[in-house]
């Protein structure tokens, strides 16, 4: 089982349900973690009776709302022994849930933000909590890239326990994608056919790096796959 932290106060639901579909259709069990303050899932993702902590299936997605750690999901599914998940996919926005999740020893960690001053110093709040070191690759979220935006992440987080992976994984902020994603949410389906080109290469890239994969083509079948309405 492979587990995968999303770190940041920037909304990660939507990525993770797409990045979920594209691991879901290559027959991987996939679980998401909304643990975070918001629980924006709880509100995206349809649920015929929702309460306190729930686990909902979503398009063959199953998304844990609710729960603070692992062993709280496992009781509600009422098996603690026979976890039969391929991937978590956990969403944290405090450095509690990252403790309570265990990132810590995560197969991999992202920091998703954009540059909007809260959600960028927000983030860098929660990694200057962090108790642990951690290796974290960067998802940024922008309209253009800019070598000053990076420094500046960098120079805010200068004194936090990280270490930054090499590569970025960048993502445009586009009318068109927020549009898409916005009537995903209305009509509660995951489409990826109107999505830009580059944020379709971001959720690839994400995907391949999950799976340890070296070649993308078997991933880049999968979206076409999706795109077509599989």
Known sequence: M??????????????????????????????????????????????????????????????????????????????????????????????????????????????VTSFDIYSLKRGVEILKSLEEQLNLTKILYAKEILKEEDDYLNFLASDCKINWEEERIYFPIENGDLSVIAENQRVQKIKFKKLSVQYKDGLGFIVQQILQQKSDSNIRKTIKMIEKGA
């Open 2 to 111: 492979k587990k995968i932290g999303f770190i940041g106060a920037y909304d990660k639901t939507d990525m993770l349900l797409n990045i979920a579909k594209i691991l879901t259709i290559m027959q991987n069990k996939v679980l998401i973690i909304d643990s975070t303050i918001n629980q924006k899932a709880r509100y995206v993702v349809p649920a015929i009776d929702p309460t306190v902590s729930y686990i909902t299936s979503f398009e063959d997605i199953d998304v844990a709302i609710g729960f603070r750690n692992l062993e709280e999901i496992k009781r509600y599914i009422g098996n603690s022994e026979d976890f039969a998940y391929d991937v978590l996919l956990v969403d944290c926005d405090t450095q509690e849930r990252i403790e309570e999740f265990g990132l810590e020893s995560a197969d991999k960690n992202y920091f």
